[in-house]
């Protein structure tokens, strides 16, 4: 199984990341709209892994629910 959990963690940060450099002053118009557009898709990243995540647990409890239907 995936490290989800991890991953998920590492993107929060990486999000967390980006935001303060959006935050920040010094930040040129260039820059920004390339922070924006990685903040997008850190995002999207995430929700990703968050919809494996799901399937995953998902596959193993069907699985599980038809084990025990055998016995």
Partial sequence: ???YGRVRSD???AERTISMALRSN?????EKRALEEALNLVQEAAEKCRLAQAESVRKI??????????R
């Fill in 1 to 3: 199984m995936m490290h």
């Fill in 11 to 13: 993107l929060q940060q």
């Fill in 26 to 30: 010094i930040v040129s118009e260039t």
């Fill in 61 to 70: 409890f069907s699985q599980g629910m038809s084990h025990s239907e055998g």
